[in-house]
Each structure stands twice: as C-alpha cells, then as structure tokens.
C-alpha cells in the first residue's frame, strides 16, 4: 500500500513538473559575475539552485511556470544554478538543491528551500515584488 501511494505521489508532482515554464520568466544560466553585476544594480533577482533529477526543483519549477503570467513578477531577473554542474556556486551560496533566492537593494531579502507550496514560492517572489 505504502509504495502505491509513493508512487502516485510521485506521478503527482512529475505531473505537475511537466508544465513548462512561460517565456515571461526567462531563467537564465547562472554566471557569477552577471548575477553580482544584477544584485549590485539594485534591481530584484531571484536565483534558484535546480537540479532536473530532483521533485522539489521540479515542483518549484512548475510553479514558477504557472506564476509567470503574473505581471508583477515582469521586473525581476531569474538565474538557474545548475546544481550538479557548479558546485562552487551552490557552496558559495551555502544551501541545497531545491532553494529560491531573493535579493533586492543589493541584499538577500528571501530564502526557501525545499518548499513546493504555491505559497512558498509566492512569498519568496513577493518580497522583490
């Protein structure tokens, strides 16, 4: 019973994963020296650090892929970090696969991990808002 309910959770969020993401967030390949550049202009960025083998990236993706109509969201710049490819990044950042960060003013100003909620996404995204 156990592992049918794993499995059906699983086809859930692999479902849900599938959505693609709408052009208007345009995450683009995570390059230190342009991201700084972004964060010290002021302007709000979001990083997320996303491996494609990983649910709760998956998740956070499609959810991103739904909120991206959103017009409030348009001013922001998106980076992906590769998680299995920079390493150095994801340590440089001190977190896991799996996590949304915010900066605004020069600043971080939001961090979630793991979070796979509409709401947790939300939150993050809306404190550049």
């Known amino acids: 019973m156990m592992k049918l309910l ?3 959770a699983m086809s859930v969020v692999l479902a849900f994963a599938a959505v693609p993401a709408a052009d208007a967030f345009e995450f683009k390949a995570y390059d230190a020296a342009t991201v700084q550049k972004a ?5 709000p960025v979001v990083v997320h650090v996303f491996a494609p083998w990983c649910l709760q990236c998956r998740a956070q993706e499609a959810i991103l892929g739904r909120l991206s109509s ?3 969201y348009d001013g922001i ?3 992906r970090v590769d998680y299995d490819k920079q390493k150095d990044v ?3 950042l001190g977190t896991p696969r799996s996590t949304l960060i915010a900066y605004d ?4 100003v939001a961090r979630m991990s793991w979070g796979t ?4 996404v939300v939150n993050v995204l809306d404190a550049v808002k």
Request: hydrophobic share 30%; no cysteine; net charge positive.
């Open 6 to 8: 794993r499995g059906l």
């Open 39 to 43: 964060i010290a202009s002021g302007r």
């Open 70 to 72: 959103n017009a409030g």
């Open 77 to 79: 710049s998106f980076y």
């Open 90 to 92: 994801v340590k440089a």
């Open 105 to 108: 003013g020069g600043a971080e």
């Open 117 to 120: 909620s509409t709401q947790s």
